[in-house]
């Protein structure tokens, strides 16, 4: 009777390569189901001498990791995207308008003072502590959005809004992190106005 001889494959390069990407798919699809969430409340859309405008409060709740991170000189920046839709009855709704009101958040570590800057105004403004920092970052006040003369009369159409850390803004080396770990991404839920 023949025996069969079978060697082991000499390959540890690809068994190595199959560990990562399991390990990468099993660290991947809980984060991305489970990312914190930031609350939106008050909001209120509203029109002044023909432009929309809107008014919010944002509940800004930094995980441990995110705020080691901002004591550590990493800044935070913040989107809010506000999307104007046309909705269409028989096709694709259309995106007539894209605004994102963006805010970075900082440590100074030699002054021990927060900073809040509008990166579309520049405007910058300073405190003590990282709460009166927060409640003033989430504090939005008449924002223009949309001019009324820019819709159809006849037109049926909505704005939404949502709030999340933009991850592509963090230093390369905790890029990976914001991606890939439920600390890392914090997000809102979108909220959606019929314009009238």
């Excluded at 990493?74 to 995106?95: A, P, R, S, Y």
């Amino acid at each position: 009777m023949t025996k069969l001889h079978t060697r082991p494959v000499k390959t540890p390069w690809l068994a190595a390569l199959l560990m990562f990407c399991v390990g990468i798919i099993n660290l991947s699809v809980p984060a991305l189901a489970a990312g914190q969430k930031l609350l939106i409340h008050n909001a209120n859309i509203f029109m002044v001498g023909g432009v929309y405008h809107l008014d919010a409060d944002v509940e800004y709740a930094l995980t441990r990791p995110l705020v080691e991170a901002l004591i550590n000189g990493v800044g935070l920046t913040f989107d809010m995207q506000i999307e104007v839709i046309k909705v269409n009855e028989w096709w694709l709704n259309t995106e007539l308008a894209t605004i994102t009101q963006r805010n970075r958040l900082a440590f100074h570590a030699l002054s021990r003072q927060f900073v809040v800057e509008n990166l579309n105004t520049n405007v910058l403004e300073t405190f003590p502590d990282l709460t009166s920092a927060l409640r003033y970052q989430g504090r939005v006040q008449n924002l223009p959005i949309l001019d009324v003369s820019l819709l159809d009369e006849d037109g049926d159409y909505r704005i939404r809004v949502r709030v999340d850390l933009a991850r592509d803004e963090l230093p390369l080396p905790l890029r990976a992190r914001g991606y890939f770990s439920n600390a890392w991404q914090l997000s809102s839920d979108w909220r959606i106005w019929e314009l009238r």
